[in-house]
């Protein structure tokens, strides 16, 4: 990782509110409706941050997103070309994965868990890397895209508020702490997803004070049990015919 990489371009703000999608809203078309608070609007100027979530900014499965360790979900720039060239897409806008800060400069690899970054006002601190899940595909109606992202890497990640502030599109984020250089978010990505049979790794990696609490419980049921938990209903979510 490199050390002199220690800021990125808060290059687009998104917030939104859950809706409910109908059959034929979305790219595919699933035989009955979903919630989500997937789609996301750009904002201009200067907008509240608060411990929990952006201003206008909301969630539709609260056990699952948001929250104090989940209040914004962040998504590199870089990652757009790849998607757009491996998948066929048009040109993608800020905001296609659903994330609230859209940034360049800064990718898994250079991000670690527990960095502490100053943007605007605000103060936030790298909680998790974010886990794909089923909305992200039943949006692009790809199936496997959930799976995909998370195999590449290519996730994003979380930050947690440790100070509130105003924040706005066009600033930076600036490290200011790194008590964790030894956990990048693609390392911890790596131990959750493909090292899954490494338990000292999972040991370790729930042993981070900077890690968020749900991360920690999975990685300790997994060291208790030997064996990683199945991700199929993250990943895949209900049928269309069932949910």
Same mark, same amino acid.
């Given at each position: 990782?490199?050390?002199?990489?220690?800021?990125?371009?808060?290059?687009?703000?998104?917030? @939104? /509110?859950? *809706?409910? #999608? &109908?059959?034929?809203?979305?790219?595919d078309?699933?035989?009955?409706?979903? =919630?989500? %608070?997937?789609?996301?609007?750009?904002?201009?100027?200067?907008?509240?941050?608060?411990?929990?979530?952006?201003?206008?900014?909301?969630?539709?499965?609260?056990?699952?997103?948001? @929250? /104090?360790? *989940?209040? #914004? &979900?962040?998504?590199?720039?870089?990652?757009?070309?790849?998607?757009?060239? =491996?998948? %066929?897409?048009?040109?993608?806008?800020?905001?296609?994965f659903g994330?609230?800060f859209?940034?360049?400069?800064?990718l898994?690899?250079?991000?670690?868990?527990?960095?502490?970054?100053?943007?605007?006002?605000?103060?936030?601190?790298?909680?998790?890397?974010?886990?794909?899940?089923?909305?992200l595909?039943?949006?692009?109606?790809?199936?496997?895209?959930?799976?995909?992202?998370?195999n590449?890497g290519?996730?994003?990640?979380?930050?947690?508020?440790?100070?509130?502030?105003?924040?706005?599109?066009?600033?930076?984020?600036v490290?200011?702490?790194?008590?964790h250089?030894?956990?990048?978010?693609?390392?911890?990505?790596?131990?959750?997803h493909?090292?899954?049979?490494?338990?000292e790794?999972?040991?370790?990696?729930?042993?981070?004070d900077?890690?968020?609490?749900?991360?920690?419980?999975?990685?300790?049921?997994?060291?208790?049990?030997?064996?990683?938990?199945?991700?199929?209903a993250?990943?895949?979510?209900?049928?269309?015919?069932?949910?």
């Amino acid at each position: 990782m490199s050390k002199s990489v220690v800021k990125a371009d808060l290059i687009s703000i998104q917030v @939104g /509110l859950p *809706k409910t #999608i &109908n059959q034929g809203e979305a790219d595919d078309s699933p035989n009955s409706s979903w =919630t989500t %608070g997937f789609f996301k609007n750009p904002v201009q100027g200067k907008i509240w941050l608060s411990h929990t979530n952006l201003e206008g900014d909301g969630q539709a499965d609260l056990h699952n997103h948001g @929250g /104090l360790e *989940k209040a #914004i &979900n962040t998504y590199p720039h870089e990652h757009y070309t790849y998607w757009e060239q =491996t998948l %066929g897409w048009r040109k993608l806008d800020a905001g296609s994965f659903g994330e609230n800060f859209t940034i360049n400069g800064l990718l898994e690899s250079d991000v670690c868990i527990g960095d502490i970054f100053d943007v605007g006002e605000a103060r936030i601190q790298v909680s998790q890397p974010r886990q794909p899940c089923w909305k992200l595909s039943r949006r692009w109606g790809i199936h496997d895209l959930a799976l995909q992202v998370q195999n590449t890497g290519r996730t994003g990640w979380y930050f947690r508020v440790l100070t509130e502030g105003f924040v706005e599109a066009g600033t930076q984020l600036v490290l200011s702490e790194r008590p964790h250089p030894q956990w990048s978010v693609s390392l911890a990505n790596d131990i959750m997803h493909q090292r899954t049979s490494d338990m000292e790794a999972a040991r370790s990696l729930m042993e981070c004070d900077g890690l968020a609490l749900r991360w920690k419980a999975t990685l300790a049921k997994r060291v208790a049990t030997g064996s990683a938990s199945s991700n199929d209903a993250r990943l895949y979510g209900p049928s269309p015919s069932s949910s």
